[in-house]
């Protein structure tokens, strides 16, 4: 059994080796402390009173307090092109990939241990030609030529008193509970990236689609302008001041494409192919949907659903366990060692009567001196627990300040999202007035042409306000964990079957090309 106790680990280096040997032997107890989970926080709100506020606008968020995010969280934006992305991206990502190889390395580095609890049996067969003197007996006798052969089978067993080995298979199964998180986390980040990043296109696409339209009506105002200098109407400097316009209007465009392009890229990446395999869909922002309804859970919940808190979690349990472990190690250590079998002269009288031999034994080591060798690898563990109980708090404060900042951002841009509606719209009011009045011939194409620049720039700014909106709502899904608790299927039993897909296509190919060579 443990020892359930509330004493800090750094207090196990006060009591004397030889006093806690004779507790532990009584006791049976495992040496070291016993993991306590953190305590988990008692906030009700990620954010202040200051920060309460209510979603505005025509397309509201309203945020649903308490209920689970759905492990397909990224369906809630109603594109099928960035469900098929995503799921493209889970099962060929190779960074999803080595995260859960690492998974199966601890769990097989786990497995191992459990060996710790078992005996080791081994058998043994040895035969040796060997000759020996008569003047080792004493006296002046002809040597003596002969073979012996062995058969036997030795069982040792080391007695865990003092829960070392079961410490360590603590720490090792804590370990394991790290990779696992990491894969999680892994597998969250990776899904908001790809989210993110078809966000980010379809904001690009919109951007340089209202840039470009914005040069063509600078073009024509520059056009009718060199009319106007043409005839006398305007001075040079206001042309070169609409060329300069111009010009700097061009500049912006090709930073845009660039951008476009390297969005692509990603996308390509992620999913694990080449840059030069584009995904088939292009995201426009027309074709996503926002959230009306956002899940977000408890403050109480989110030590349990992320990740990264879980992960830091399992390190300090495997730092505790590692504890008593080096606590073990300086305890006597106490182990069984038996051997049966059977030695002859000739093969055939191997298992005869009379050729059986056997041995028990019963040993007991503590070391005397090592110079504090083991008592500073204790001191360094218990160091260790300190810098993972640090990490821990450390974890959770990010976490907490993560969830808080994507409430209080998509707070922020619902406002500003209704201040570009409501000029966006002005905007393009003030074109169709305009436009009235230039077919009644009340105003200059050039004045028109500014209304038409002033509603095009009014548009760009909207749809970098829409898509901070759709950014932002991600990045709360993964702040709060990404939902991939509610996830039914396995990772590792995903990348199993696209392994297995993967062998059945290349060996399908194989034989394709061995036939087509034939």
Same mark, same amino acid.
């Given at each position: 059994?443990?020892? *359930?106790?509330?004493?800090?680990?750094?207090?196990?280096? *006060?009591?004397? /080796?030889?006093?806690?040997a004779?507790?532990?032997?009584?006791?049976?107890?495992?040496?070291?402390?016993?993991?306590?989970p953190?305590?988990?926080?008692?906030?009700?709100a990620?954010?202040?009173?200051?920060?309460?506020?209510?979603?505005?606008?025509?397309?509201?968020?309203?945020m649903?307090?308490?209920?689970?995010?759905?492990?397909?969280?990224?369906?809630?934006?109603?594109?099928k092109?960035?469900?098929?992305?995503?799921?493209?991206?889970?099962? =060929?990502?190779?960074d999803?990939a080595?995260?859960?190889?690492?998974?199966r390395?601890?769990?097989?580095?786990?497995?191992?241990?459990d060996?710790?609890?078992?005996p @080791?049996?081994s058998?043994?067969? &040895?035969?040796? *030609?060997?000759?020996?003197?008569?003047? &080792?007996?004493?006296?002046?006798? $002809?040597?003596?030529?002969?073979?012996?052969?062995?058969?036997?089978?030795?069982?040792?067993?080391?007695?865990?008193?003092?829960?070392?080995?079961?410490?360590?298979?603590?720490? *090792? %199964?804590?370990?394991?509970?790290?990779q696992?998180?990491?894969?999680?986390?892994?597998?969250?980040?990776?899904?908001?990236?790809?989210?993110?990043?078809?966000? =980010?296109?379809?904001?690009?696409?919109?951007?340089?689609?209202?840039?470009?339209?914005?040069i063509?009506?600078?073009?024509?105002?520059?056009?009718?302008?060199r009319?106007?200098?043409?005839?006398?109407?305007?001075a040079? $400097?206001?042309? #070169?001041?609409?060329?300069?316009?111009?010009? !700097?209007?061009?500049?912006t +465009?090709?930073?845009?494409?660039?951008?476009?392009?390297?969005a692509?890229h990603?996308?390509?990446?992620l @999913?694990?192919?080449?840059?030069? =395999?584009?995904?088939?869909? =292009?995201?426009? #922002?027309?074709?996503?949907?926002?959230?009306?309804?956002?899940?977000?859970?408890? /403050?109480?919940?989110?030590?349990?659903?992320r990740?990264?808190?879980?992960?830091?979690?399992?390190?300090l349990?495997?730092a505790?366990?590692?504890?008593?472990?080096? +606590?073990?190690?300086?305890?006597?250590?106490?182990?069984?060692?038996?051997?049966?079998g059977?030695?002859?002269?000739?093969?055939?009288r +191997?298992? @005869? /009567?009379?050729?059986?031999?056997?041995?028990?034994?019963f &040993?007991a080591?503590q #070391?005397?001196?090592?110079?504090?060798? +083991?008592?500073?690898?204790?001191?360094?563990?218990?160091?260790?627990?300190?810098?993972?109980a640090? !990490?821990?708090?450390?974890?959770?404060?990010?976490?907490?300040?993560?969830?808080?900042?994507?409430?209080?951002?998509?707070?922020n841009?619902?406002?500003?999202?209704?201040?570009?509606?409501?000029?966006?719209?002005?905007?393009?009011?003030?074109?169709?007035?305009?436009?009235?009045?230039?077919?009644?011939?009340?105003?200059?194409?050039?004045a028109?042409?500014?209304?038409?620049?002033?509603?095009?720039?009014?548009?760009?700014?909207?749809?970098?306000?829409?898509?901070?909106?759709?950014?932002?709502?991600?990045?709360?899904?993964?702040a709060?964990?990404?939902?991939?608790?509610?996830?039914?299927?396995d990772?590792?039993?995903?990348?199993?079957?696209?392994?297995? %897909?993967?062998?059945s296509?290349?060996?399908?190919?194989?034989?394709?090309?061995?036939?087509?060579?034939?």
């Open positions: 059994m443990t020892q *359930r106790t509330t004493m800090r680990p750094k207090h196990f280096m *006060r009591t004397s /080796p030889i006093l806690l004779g507790t532990i032997v009584l006791t049976g107890c495992a040496v070291g402390p016993d993991f306590t953190p305590a988990k926080p008692t906030e009700t990620f954010t202040g009173p200051e920060d309460a506020g209510q979603d505005a606008g025509p397309i509201a968020q309203k649903i307090t308490g209920k689970t995010i759905p492990a397909a969280w990224w369906e809630l934006f109603e594109s092109p960035l469900n098929d992305l995503i799921s493209k991206t889970v099962k =060929h990502n190779p999803l080595a995260a859960e190889a690492s998974l390395v601890a769990e097989e580095n786990e497995n191992a241990t060996s710790l609890l078992m @080791s049996v058998g043994i067969f &040895s035969t040796n *030609r060997q000759k020996t003197s008569g003047s &080792s007996f004493g006296g002046s006798f $002809p040597g003596q030529l002969y073979t012996l052969h062995n058969a036997s089978v030795s069982v040792s067993y080391a007695l865990d008193i003092f829960g070392a080995s079961r410490r360590t298979i603590e720490a *090792r %199964e804590a370990q394991t509970e790290v696992r998180d990491q894969m999680e986390a892994a597998y969250v980040s990776l899904t908001a990236n790809v989210a993110t990043t078809a966000i =980010h296109e379809a904001s690009l696409r919109a951007q340089i689609a209202a840039t470009e339209r914005l063509t009506a600078q073009t024509e105002q520059v056009a009718a302008m009319t106007q200098l043409a005839a006398g109407a305007i040079r $400097p206001v042309l #070169l001041t609409a060329e300069q316009t111009l010009a !700097q209007m061009r500049a +465009l090709p930073p845009l494409q660039q951008q476009l392009s390297a692509r990603a996308l390509s990446t @999913s694990g192919t080449l840059p030069n =395999h584009a995904p088939a869909a =292009h995201f426009e #922002l027309a074709n996503l949907k926002l959230p009306h309804e956002v899940p977000v859970s408890l /403050p109480a919940e989110l030590t349990e659903q990740p990264d808190i879980r992960a830091a979690e399992a390190n349990h495997a505790s366990a590692e504890i008593g472990v080096k +606590l073990a190690e300086r305890l006597p250590q106490i182990s069984l060692s038996a051997d049966i059977s030695v002859a002269n000739n093969m055939g +191997l298992f @005869s /009567p009379g050729s059986g031999i056997w041995s028990a034994g &040993s080591s #070391l005397i001196f090592d110079g504090g060798d +083991l008592e500073h690898e204790q001191r360094a563990a218990e160091a260790s627990f300190d810098v993972a640090a !990490q821990y708090r450390s974890t959770v404060l990010a976490a907490f300040q993560n969830v808080a900042d994507s409430l209080h951002a998509l707070q841009d619902a406002q500003t999202l209704v201040n570009q509606q409501q000029s966006a719209q002005a905007a393009a009011d003030s074109q169709r007035i305009t436009k009235v009045q230039l077919d009644a011939g009340a105003i200059s194409k050039i028109y042409l500014d209304t038409v620049k002033n509603n095009e720039t009014a548009q760009l700014s909207l749809v970098q306000a829409e898509a901070q909106r759709y950014a932002d709502t991600v990045a709360l899904f993964q709060l964990g990404g939902g991939w608790w509610n996830r039914t299927d990772i590792a039993k995903l990348y199993e079957q696209t392994r297995q %897909e993967m062998t296509n290349a060996d399908a190919h194989d034989a394709t090309d061995t036939n087509t060579a034939h």
